[in-house]
């Protein structure tokens, strides 16, 4: 969550994030109302627990009917200290509950608004001119169907629309970009880690995600467990309430997950085929670091998306995404989008965000400090970015196919396939 202080030094910074965000601003005079109520319950029963202590010497001190007196007198005063601290405790879980409403404080220079709002950043790469090359391009399912690598009619019928099999090269191709993408983050000195797909409630909303709204979340009721839609979660949540030494640099971890999405509120929308599904895997790259270093880390994850890309050949663009598509913990987010032929338009492969200190103040993660005069802790930044996913198969399919329906292996993929160079079309069986 965001740091209290910080939203009574500077109230209205967070108002414009908030109206960057097209939300609520009113919710920051609600905390800041919540947190005066709050001190101000401290500050009586604080006062209330030393008048006690006081009375306690007294007592201590006193004879006869003065002592019974007093007694008397502590008894009604302990129930004035037992009312403040309920009080007070009432007050700080309110001001809990209205901040783990507030999203991050968003960085300066993000777009304001909606989905829509992005600003692009740059193009890298040119879609390919299917019709110089007198041929009209097929969309990834039926490419997928020809080369024996997509299932979907299977899928729904073992676990229902949305859900497919990857089968043959459909599934080695999955693999080797998985396995590519480990290999890259191993290289940039990230951990491989194989995550928990299933998280506890306080992980998933220390990672900012909301389980009591939040439609895309599956839940196991039976167990009080959550499927988790990225490991980002899972990663967040391996060093909560852990002090962490950052003397050395950054913490790097890459996991590697099948993730889960219910896509509520997507019905009509990329039903066909594996573009919008509701289970997939994925690398994710998740870092701690300092306050400091955040925004410097952010360009270097959005730089190792970028590389995974060149190896895979394909056209893209990157996009700073608007404030209001933000999603609660990120501050600043950046998507890669790969270029679509069939539906002539670039859709998201990747995305990085730099979460500032929002999940850290949540999970009670921190950094010790004790040079250049520091000491103490404080909250460290974390940051998540995607290096490979189920998606990309969708773009390299239908950038890379011929004009009989085979598919064309990006050089970088061949050695994780064995050097196969051309992904055939099956012969009718």
């Not at 005066?36 to 030393?50: D, I, K, M, S």
């Amino acid at each position: 969550m965001i740091d209290v202080n910080d939203l009574r030094l500077n109230p209205e910074q967070f108002r414009a994030s908030q109206r960057a965000r097209r939300a609520d601003e009113s919710l920051v005079d609600a905390v800041l109302a919540a947190d005066t109520r709050r001190r101000e319950a401290v500050t009586a029963y604080e006062t209330l627990r030393a008048e006690q202590n006081a009375f306690g010497k007294r007592v201590a001190q006193a004879r006869g009917e003065e002592k019974q007196a007093l007694l008397a007198e502590v008894k009604e005063l302990a129930g004035a200290v037992k009312a403040a601290a309920a009080a007070s405790e009432e007050a700080k879980a309110d001001q809990e509950t209205l901040l783990r409403k507030l999203p991050n404080l968003v960085q300066e220079g993000v777009p304001e608004g909606g989905e829509d709002d992005y600003a692009v950043v740059r193009k890298v790469g040119t879609p390919r001119d299917f019709a110089a090359e007198g041929f009209e391009p097929r969309d990834h399912l039926e490419i997928g169907e020809l080369i024996g690598a997509i299932d979907m009619e299977r899928g729904a019928k073992v676990s229902g629309s949305r859900f497919y099999f990857l089968k043959g090269v459909g599934a080695r191709l999955e693999l080797a970009l998985l396995r590519m993408a480990l290999d890259q983050a191993m290289e940039a000195g990230f951990t491989p880690m194989i995550t928990p797909t299933l998280v506890r409630p306080e992980t998933m909303q220390g990672t900012g995600f909301d389980i009591a709204h939040d439609a895309e979340i599956y839940r196991l009721e039976a167990d009080d467990l959550y499927l988790v839609g990225t490991s980002e979660v899972a990663l967040a949540g391996y060093h909560s309430d852990e002090i962490l030494d950052l003397g050395a640099g950054p913490l790097r971890y890459a996991g590697w997950s099948s993730c889960y999405r219910r896509e509520a509120g997507s019905h009509g929308k990329d039903t066909r085929g594996i573009i919008r599904v509701h289970q997939f895997n994925k690398v994710e790259m998740f870092t701690y670091t300092t306050v400091e270093d955040a925004p410097a880390e952010h360009e270097r994850m959005l730089a190792w998306e970028e590389e995974m890309l060149a190896k895979v050949e394909l056209p893209y663009r990157v996009i700073d995404t608007a404030a209001g598509d933000l999603g609660m913990s990120a501050a600043r987010k950046f998507d890669c989008e790969a270029w679509v032929p069939t539906q002539g338009d670039y859709r998201e492969l990747t995305s990085t965000s730099n979460c500032t200190t929002f999940q850290s103040r949540r999970l009670n993660i921190r950094e010790r400090r004790d040079g250049d005069g520091q000491k103490g802790t404080r909250a460290v930044a974390t940051l998540n970015g995607t290096l490979a996913t189920t998606r990309w198969i969708v773009a390299i399919l239908e950038h890379h196919q011929n004009p009989d329906g085979s598919v064309t292996v990006p050089a970088a993929l061949r050695p994780y396939l064995n050097g196969l160079e051309i992904l055939p079309v099956l012969a009718p069986r």
